[in-house]
Structure formats: structure tokens, C-alpha cells
């Protein structure tokens, strides 16, 4: 079954790559330079995204650091708050 699958799947692409070249509106080398101007601007596409995604993630850490950092303050000020009235509490 899966060997019938494959070789269906082969022809299948035999079979579009026939029909493509046979019925192709443009030259090959016209064709070729289409594509290599598509696969140009999809890659600067996908870099500029990849770039922005980066971006977006750095200035999310970066906020989860200051947002982290002040919550330690925080808990740090409570703490000692709470140490202090301990002691007045357990001195006094």
C-alpha cells in the first residue's frame, strides 16, 4: 500500500512538471528570473519578520526583568517591614 502510495505520489509530480513546462506562459529563463525575484523578496519578507519577531520578544524579556525586579524590591521591602514589627512587637 505505502509503495503504491509513493509511486503515485512520483507520478502525480511526473505528470505537473509535464504539464507545466508544456503550457508554461513564460521562457524558462523567464520563468527562472520570476522565481528567483519571488524567492528574493519572500526571504527579505520572512528576515524582516524573523528581525520584528526578535524585536518584540527582546523588549517582552526586557519588560518581564523590570517587572521581576520590582516585584523583588517588593518583596524584599515586606520582608523587612514585617521583621521590623516582629522585633518592636516581640522587643517592646
Known sequence: ??????????MGI??????GVLFAPKSG????N???EQVETKTNEVRRQASDALATATAAVERGRTEFAKTTEG????????TR??????VA
Do not use: H, P, Q, W
Request: proline share 0%; glycine share 10%.
Open 1 to 10: 500500500m505505502n509503495r503504491d502510495c509513493t509511486l503515485g505520489f512520483l
Open 14 to 19: 511526473g505528470a505537473g512538471i509535464a504539464v
Open 29 to 32: 529563463a523567464a520563468t527562472r
Open 34 to 36: 520570476f522565481l528567483s
Open 75 to 82: 518583596v524584599k521591602n515586606a520582608v523587612e517591614a514585617g
Open 85 to 90: 514589627a516582629y522585633r518592636e512587637t516581640v
